[in-house]
Nanobody, 124 residues
Framework: QLQLVESGGGLVQPGGSLRLSCAAS????????VGWFRQAPGKEREGVVC????????YYVDSVKGRFTISRDSAKNTVYLQMNSLKSSDTAVYYC?????????????????WGQGTQVTVSS
């Protein structure tokens, strides 16, 4: 039984910070590339960042470089997304996903397992 569960979303003011968690059960995230994706109201789901299996190298889309950081804690079987300097345009439901044999891509169709999503709202 393979599951991913996101947590840590909420309401934050522009310029603030949040840390999202993606906890896995039933399998080890060390063997999967893990990505974060987001979907704003009326928009298509888009990739944000991923961390590769093995060497843990990362890929970020330009809009979040310097503001977001992805990391993995193998002992906790959890991947985190630290979000700083948040903007209103970051408001979305955020999803984590795991892909086997995936490297350095946030193409949705290449990911196998998805969490339920957590809401992030950036508003004054």
């Amino acid at each position: 039984q393979l599951q991913l569960v996101e947590s840590g979303g909420g309401l934050v003011q522009p310029g603030g910070s949040l840390r999202l968690s993606c906890a896995a059960s039933g399998f080890s995230l060390d063997y999967y590339t893990v990505g974060w994706f987001r979907q704003a109201p009326g928009k298509e789901r888009e990739g944000v960042v991923c961390i590769n299996s093995g060497d843990s190298t990362t890929y970020y889309v330009d809009s979040v470089k310097g503001r977001f950081t992805i990391s993995r804690d193998s002992a906790k079987n959890t991947v985190y997304l630290q979000m700083n300097s948040l903007k209103s345009s970051d408001t979305a439901v955020y999803y984590c996903a795991a892909g086997f044999g995936v490297r350095s891509t946030v193409i949705l169709a290449q990911y196998d397992y998805w969490g339920q999503g957590t809401q992030v709202t950036v508003s004054s």
